[in-house]
Nanobody, 120 residues
Framework: QVQLVESGGGLVQAGGSLRLSCAAPRFIFSTHTMAWYRQAPGKQRELVATIPGPGGSTNYADSVKGRFTISRDNAKSTVYLQMNSLKPEDTAVYYC?????????????WGQGTQVTVSS
């Protein structure tokens, strides 16, 4: 069973920063696009940021552009989400995702989620 292991969530005041980490098996990390999603209470899960393999470009939801940065450390098979200038509306459970489309099939793996709470 593929496991993505997240860490780094917590409680922070508005304007503060947090860094989330997600460790993945190497065979997943090297072949999949990595992403962060979030889900706030009563809302649908939404895509926050994506980062493909080496040489690819990152993408961000409009709501986090300029504040969040996604990056990957290939040596550690780990993807990060640096979150700055946090707002109360960023409060959600954040999920790590690994995605690959191959021969017409979609492969997705998820982490267990980590809670981020931003107080006003």
């Amino acid at each position: 069973q593929v496991q993505l292991v997240e860490s780094g969530g917590g409680l922070v005041q508005a304007g503060g920063s947090l860094r989330l980490s997600c460790a993945a098996p190497r065979f997943i990390f090297s072949t999949h696009t990595m992403a962060w999603y979030r889900q706030a209470p009563g809302k649908q899960r939404e895509l926050v940021a994506t980062i493909p393999g080496p040489g690819g470009s990152t993408n961000y939801a409009d709501s986090v552009k300029g504040r969040f940065t996604i990056s990957r450390d290939n040596a550690k098979s780990t993807v990060y989400l640096q979150m700055n200038s946090l707002k109360p509306e960023d409060t959600a459970v954040y999920y790590c995702n690994a995605h690959r489309a191959l021969m017409g099939r979609s492969y997705d793996y998820w982490g267990q989620g980590t809670q981020v709470t931003v107080s006003s």
